[in-house]
């Protein structure tokens, strides 16, 4: 690893940390509508405020051992928990698009989508001012793309379709119009909803990070759920599932493709030409 790539990638996973610190305020501030700004932190139990020495992403919770200074109560493995995937996605964000604006791209996709996958965990809700935000960063990256010729947005390239703008376009509208033509129809079968309004804003939300590889993250996210699903199913004792968020699924399904969408497909293509 060169010198360059190898300060880089430290940068972005001390700010991967950090901002698995805000992400964890996120998560548990913003489906109740609370600022995420104000006020500070504070212990969720006995409302003191957190110092700024106990607030240092996954160190603290290290040397508190899991517990509030003033009250003791026990602080869940959750954040450091947060604060790692967070540094890792940054840090791998550098490994897979390189130095430069693209990789900074992929990481604030990759740190949204596990901002959605904690919330969604926690409420079975995806809320739209974060979606909407997630989508509008991608497909200003687009047009960015577009105008100027830097390769941003999408991650993903096919050389199908040129256009960086009408992929981010044809991504958005074919995979949020495949999922809700499947929400529909789900729905009026069995007379309930599977797949959400929220999945469907979500996917149309990823179009312009992956474009046409959008339509995959809803295929691969229903292959996860059912495994997910039918392991969970065959572990219970009643064999009934509980209500499982679709969300988590298709925001790990956009990593894995936004990582090996395009490797994937062109060993596919060759596999299928030889036949
Ligand atoms: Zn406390």
Redesign the pocket.
């Known amino acids: 690893m060169p010198d360059s790539e190898y300060l880089f990638s430290l940068a972005m996973f001390v700010l991967g940390l950090a901002l698995g610190s805000f992400a964890n305020v996120v998560i548990s501030r913003v489906p109740e509508g609370r600022s995420f700004v104000r006020p500070g932190s504070i ?1 969720p ?4 405020p957190i110092r700024w020495r106990d607030n240092i992403p996954v160190i603290s919770w290290l040397i508190l051992r899991a517990k ?6 026990p602080i869940s493995w959750r954040y450091p928990l947060v604060e790692v995937a967070s540094a890792l996605l940054w840090f791998i964000a550098v490994l897979a698009f390189g130095v430069g604006i693209q990789a900074v791209i992929a990481g604030f996709f990759f740190w949204m989508l596990l901002i959605l996958t904690f919330i969604d965990i926690d409420t079975m809700r995806l809320p739209n001012p974060i979606v909407a935000v997630m989508g509008a960063v991608g497909m200003i990256a687009a047009v960015a793309s577009q105008l100027t010729g830097l390769g941003l947005a999408p991650l993903t390239t096919t050389g199908v379709i040129a256009s960086p703008f009408a992929a981010a376009i044809v991504g958005s509208v074919t995979a949020a119009g495949l999922s809700w033509g499947i929400a529909a129809s789900y729905e009026r079968m069995r007379g309930q909803a599977g797949l959400g309004m929220g999945d469907v804003k979500l996917l149309a939300a990823i179009g312009p990070f992956l474009g046409p590889y959008t339509v995959g993250v809803l295929f691969v996210g229903s292959i996860l759920g059912a495994l997910f699903v039918s392991m969970n199913v065959s572990s219970r004792k009643d064999g009934a599932g509980a209500k499982v968020p679709f969300g988590p699924f298709l925001a790990g399904a956009a990593v894995l493709i936004a990582l090996f969408g395009p490797e994937v497909l062109s060993w596919y293509l060759d596999l299928v030409k030889l036949t």
């Open positions: 212990c139990h006995c409302a003191s509030c200074r003033d009250c003791a109560s």
